[in-house]
Nanobody, 126 residues
Framework: VQLQASGGGLVQAGDSLRLSCAAS????????MGWFRQAPGEEREFVAHIRQSGGVTYYADSVKGRFTISRDNAKNTVYLQMNSLKPEDTAVYYC????????????????????WGQGTQVTVSS
């Protein structure tokens, strides 16, 4: 599956952004999806995960209550609504599709996912 992330930008603290990730070339509704982020000099870290039907979600503690992951299987798209943004949310955000062969790994681990988008930059100024 090919993934194309979009929606990043430069915003001020307290603002909102919605990221989108469009999937093609696979069976989107069969894939659980995740969002990760990577700040300069840091490792890629888990942000959110959503199961195939969209009924179950997981969040990193740092974004819980501010970010919402959702998906539209009819549009082959997963979203990340980010509210109350903070400067520490500044990073490149990546969407990812998990692998059926790797679902024994935790949703929080990058190795569970085998398809990655190109990333979209989110910069939050104070």
């Amino acid at each position: 599956v090919q993934l194309q992330a979009s929606g990043g930008g430069l915003v001020q603290a307290g603002d909102s952004l919605r990221l989108s990730c469009a999937a093609s070339g696979g069976t989107f509704s069969s894939d659980a999806m995740g969002w990760f982020r990577q700040a300069p000099g840091e490792e890629r870290e888990f942000v959110a995960h959503i199961r195939q039907s969209g009924g179950v979600t997981y969040y990193a503690d740092s974004v819980k209550g501010r970010f919402t992951i959702s998906r539209d299987n009819a549009k082959n798209t997963v979203y990340l609504q980010m509210n109350s943004l903070k400067p520490e949310d500044t990073a490149v955000y990546y969407c990812a599709a998990d692998s059926p062969d790797k679902r024994y790994y935790s949703v929080y681990m990058t190795r569970r996912y085998d398809s990655w988008g190109q990333g979209t930059q989110v910069t939050v100024s104070s």
